[in-house]
């Protein structure tokens, strides 16, 4: 409470003014005042007779109350926020929520029917604390500042096309035939993703960005064409195995890359998850 009362008088620049504040009489902060320099055995503030200011001392232990109760503020109005919300959102790439997770939601659903998750895409890599987010789905080497991770599948990627392409390339002996191939090309605008350049430099295969081509900014887009016989695209395996085991997709999978990245479920180590959110956690953990 005399922290409070302290923080309160040294925000303020006087002893009524804070009393204002917390709706308590003048002479109640200047008790608590004195009762804390009495304990801590320093003055705080240098009183004057209508202002009071404080001492270097009371700068030294301003600077960190207000710190500390900056910090308890932020958790409490997160966890306050996260509380109120009865649902839990899982934020992804549009490719990997329609190819990977939905497949999957009735498994989900038989599992926790009592859970509302809710997808949320989106063409960038969101703030998960500032945006109130679950989970969410990231590439990379698992180490965000202020996220938690688990890795759910490593980058590993093969041509794909659709078997009426796949079957028609009679010539593709060796990677670089591929350069002979009709290529979709995925340009995301903000999400940091290979492109054919790394793939055939992985493979030592000279290659230089052709001018013209199938390019799409979605890789969801991207699956589409491939289906519908436009050629031959990236296959990330995690995406794709369910649409080749459909027999829609075919694949090359002794061309297979291996990148060194992953595809990580994280979520905020700021504050703890909602019960539901760490069922939904621990579910996508175990698969």
Not at 121 to 144: K, Q, V
Request: with cysteine; aromatic share 10%; proline share 5%.
């Amino acid at each position: 409470r005399h922290l409070l009362v302290f923080e309160a008088a040294a925000r303020t620049g006087s002893f009524t003014r804070a009393a204002r504040e917390l709706n308590v009489q003048q002479p109640a902060v200047s008790a608590s005042i004195r009762q804390l320099e009495t304990s801590l055995g320093t003055l705080l503030f240098a009183r004057a007779h209508r202002s009071v200011t404080l001492t270097q001392a009371g700068e030294r232990l301003y600077n960190d109350v207000a710190a500390a109760f900056g910090r308890i503020h932020q958790t409490a109005r997160m966890l306050a926020i996260r509380s109120a919300q009865d649902h839990v959102t899982l934020s992804a790439s549009t490719a990997f929520a329609h190819y990977w997770m939905v497949p999957r939601l009735s498994r989900f659903h038989s599992a926790h029917p009592d859970i509302d998750l809710r997808l949320q895409t989106s063409e960038r890599e969101p703030d998960i604390d500032a945006e109130g987010i679950s989970l969410a789905i990231r590439r990379g080497t698992g180490g965000w500042t202020g996220c938690e991770s688990h890795l759910i599948a490593p980058e590993v990627i093969s041509p794909i096309a659709s078997p009426r392409v796949m079957a028609a390339a009679v010539n593709l002996k060796t990677v670089a035939n591929l350069l002979n191939q009709s290529l979709i090309h995925l340009e995301e605008p903000i999400r940091d993703r290979p492109g054919w350049a790394d793939f055939f430099s992985f493979w030592n295969v000279p290659y230089s960005e052709p001018k013209t081509g199938l390019r799409l900014n979605d890789y969801a887009l991207v699956l589409q064409a491939a289906i519908a016989g436009e050629g031959f695209a990236f296959g990330w395996h995690h995406v794709t195995d369910h649409l080749i085991a459909q027999g829609l997709l075919t694949a090359r999978r002794e061309w297979s890359w291996t990148t060194g990245q992953g595809f990580y479920l994280v979520w905020s180590s700021t504050g703890p998850l909602t019960p539901h959110a760490e069922k939904v956690r621990d579910w996508l953990v175990s698969l």
